[in-house]
């Protein structure tokens, strides 16, 4: 499985265990289906980034991380990217492969979910 990493004050891992999926249950409520928990406002996804890294660093805070967050930008990454990396993050550690869509003139997703390993 690959590693995500967020390159923040230093290099963060991204872990969306169980821990993180209760987290993120815990703020945001119930959801249900895997869409669900990767329809994210963009808004949200410093909160996301949180649920993520607090496995390997539980002094962190959400309004540490967002400061982290927003540091990096537009330096190292732009709003996009970190939406990208924790996107993919989480539908990798949850099992679901994910596909870049085609850029179209229309507005599309980021990314959509297309497969999961389990059978």
Known sequence: METHTLELDKPRKLHYGFKALRIIREKYGEKKELTDIMNVNVDEIPFFAYAGLV?????????????????????????????????????????????????????????????????
């Open 55 to 119: 496995k390997e660093d539980e002094s962190l805070t959400p309004e540490r991380v967002e400061e982290l967050i927003d540091d990096t930008i537009p330096g190292r990454y732009t709003v996009l990217d970190i939406v990208g990396i924790i996107v993919k993050a989480i539908a990798d550690q949850m099992g679901v492969k994910v596909k870049k869509k085609a850029k179209t003139k229309k507005k599309t997703p980021l990314l959509t979910t297309v497969k999961s390993h389990s059978k």
